[in-house]
């Protein structure tokens, strides 16, 4: 069994930037993912990245704001997220596949933290 616990998220201005972070305990996991659900709204598929960290998908809205990372010795991912904008105001949850593929669809991922809420003021 794998445990995520994702933190980092907060209120901020426009503009300005968070840090979340998503520490895993348990087994290896491998592909790693952020998603996000808003009020009324789906959850939406916001960053992929593969156990190596050479392979990373990102929601198209996102794509020069947002960055994913991890670090496997600490069996942690990040999303580094710059030039918030009111619509990127959700809850956001962190994900671990058991496959190395990388996936942007919620139903592919096996383990999820219990989200942390990011909310950006106009």
């Known amino acids: 069994q794998v445990q995520l616990v994702d933190s980092g998220g907060g209120l901020v201005q426009a503009g300005g930037s968070l840090r979340l972070s998503c520490a895993a305990s348990?087994?290896?996991?491998?592909?790693m993912g952020w998603f996000r659900q808003a009020p009324g709204k789906e959850r939406e598929f916001v960053a992929a990245i593969s156990w190596s960290g050479d392979s990373t998908s990102y929601l198209d809205s996102v794509k020069g704001r947002f960055t994913i990372s991890r670090e496997n010795a600490k069996n942690t991912v990040f999303l580094q997220m710059n030039s918030l904008k009111p619509e990127d105001t959700a809850v956001y949850y962190c994900?671990?596949?058991?496959?190395?593929?990388?996936?942007?669809?919620?139903?592919?991922?096996?383990?999820w933290g219990q989200g942390t809420q990011v909310t950006v003021s106009s």
């Open positions: 994900a671990a596949a058991k496959t190395r593929l990388l996936f942007t669809t919620a139903g592919r991922y096996d383990y």
């Open positions: 348990g087994r290896t996991i491998s592909t």
